[in-house]
Structure formats: structure tokens, C-alpha cells
């Protein structure tokens, strides 16, 4: 088995890679530079996912495509670049794909394109979907629904699944994404908790979620690799733990949703934000709590580490490398 990453050296990319390369699979890597630390049996091809010719005949005699290479980033000043990279990225990718005569392709989205809910006991599915104004104001949503519009048209010429994993923890996350929490409770004395919750897993669950998709998946489906719906109450208690602090922790309750967000807007007109913008603020306010039991009963698969192994894991890679 001989398989193509592009993202390889992001945060899910990389892990896919260790756990590919432990399965037996040949790996070729999409790069848009360095190699960056892959392992040296790693085949590493340089290619820009929005220029088809710059990829050549990279893929070609790859039997499986996972594409997880994507611009992260709220910035609404960012959203052109997003929706050409994620969007129109994995439509080139794709046909790419169906050039080199890849058996099966993987695109990797998020579950944000699910959309989010006012109750903790409304979970979504891949049923669900994310609303018009929602991602007319959130860049990389529309980014992602693009991605999977791409993958839906394209799945009328090609074997294509997508999976949707929800916020994922763990080792590895060098851009500290989900680590930005981490390293906020770490740092802080007091700590506000938003009313909201959301759905956390483990960077190597999801590896093996991608695997399973291609491999036992259904062509235009997509799957949620989701973990467990935690309140951010939770979340945050588990954090501290994991990292050895005791903040003292401020509830904020549902009125506060409105203010806070108009402190982000203020903040990104001062010096812009890559993460904290008015509409993340306010989703920490919602519930994203998501249902992986497509994923369970059609691929076999299910989140096993625990979210607290997970931080674990996450802190100890965080101290390792100084970026705390």
C-alpha cells in the first residue's frame, strides 16, 4: 500500500504519518518546502495544492490520497486566501487524484461545518449543517464548506469520503491550536469559563478515524471523529489538572456573550486575530456537541484515550519543546 499526505507536517498530518508508517504503508508527502522532521522513509514531494502542475506526478502510484493540507485562520481579512486554499485546494488536489488514478481519497474538514447548537442536549451529527450567516461571518467555515463542496461534486467521478473530527487535543501541536487553551490556563491566575461546551479528541484517535474512512468508508458520506461532549467547565478543570495549576475560575454567564464579543472586534481592529474574533467568542457561548456513531457503525471506529491522557500527553510535548 502506497499512500499520498498532503498537510504532512501539520499538527493531524504528522500523526497520520507515525501511524501509516506503523501500519506497513509507503507514505509520499506533499511539502510546500522542507520536510520539516518527517521520518526519512518518507517520500517528500514539493507542490503547491492550488497549482495543479506544481504537483507533477507526485501521487501517481498512490493508492490512497488523505488531504488535510489547509490555511487555519477567523480573520475575516483572510477569507479570500482561505477559500483559495481550503476551497479551490481541494478541488485541484482531487482532480489531481483522478489524474494519477488514486483508488480512494480522504479530504479532512471539521466538524464546525456541523453547525452548533443553544443546548447541551442537542447533539449534532453529519445530518446537521452549519447556517448561512454563521459562515458568512466565520471565514474558515466557508472555507471548509467549500472543501466539502469540492469533495461532494467530485465524488460523482471518484471514490471521495470526508471526516469531520472535532476539536483535537494531544502531542504534536507545534502552532498551538487547541493549545492555545492550554497554555491560557497555564499561564493564568484567574480564568473565565464561557457557559458553553464542546467535543474534544485525541490527535491519534483521529489518525486512525482518516484511516478507517478510506478504508471502510462510503464514497460521499462523511464521518464525525468525535471524542466526548465535555462542558467547558470541565474542560478546563481537566486542563489545570494536567498542567499542575490551580486557577480560580470566573463562570460567565450567557448575557456576557455579546460584550466579550465586541472586546474581540475591538481587539482584532487593533492588532488583528488569528483565532480571537468575534465569532469564536461568541461560540464559546454554544454547545458543539457532536455524534461519532456513523463513524462507529460504519467503520469500526471509536475515540479510545481519554481527554485527560490526552492533555497529558499534550502538556508534556508542550514543556518538551518550550513552547509554554
Known sequence: MRAMVTGATGFIGRRLIEYLLGEGVEVVALVRGEAQGLPPSVVCSCGDVTDGASLGDAGRGCDRLYHLAARISFDPAQRAELLRVNGQGTATVLAAARRWGIERCVVVSSACTLGLSGSAADVLDEGSAADAPAAARNPYLASKLAAEDAAREASGEQWVAVVNPTTVYGAGDWSLNSGTLVAKVARSR???????????????????????????????????????????????????????????????????????????????????????????????????????????????????????????????????????
Open 190 to 324: 484567574v480564568v473565565p469559563v464561557p457557559s458553553g461546551g464542546s467535543n474534544v479528541v485525541d490527535v491519534g484517535d483521529v489518525a486512525s478515524g482518516v484511516v478507517a474512512a478510506g478504508e471502510r468508508g462510503q464514497s460521499g458520506c462523511r464521518y464525525v471523529l468525535g471524542g466526548a461532549n465535555l462542558p467547558f467547565a470541565e474542560i478546563i478543570a481537566t486542563i489545570a489538572a494536567a498542567v499542575g495549576r490551580r486557577p480560580v475560575c470566573v463562570p460567565l454567564p450567557r448575557w456576557m456573550r455579546g460584550p466579550m464579543a465586541a472586546a474581540a472586534w475591538a481587539a482584532g481592529k487593533l492588532g488583528g486575530g488569528r483565532f480571537m474574533t468575534p465569532q469564536i467568542v461568541g461560540d464559546l457561548f454554544a454547545f458543539k456537541y457532536y455524534s461519532s456513531a456513523l463513524a462507529e457503525r460504519e467503520l469500526g471506529w471509536t475515540a479510545r484515550v481519554p481527554f485527560r491522557e490526552s492533555i497529558a500527553q499534550a502538556w508534556a510535548f508542550y514543556e518538551r519543546e518550550g513552547l509554554v
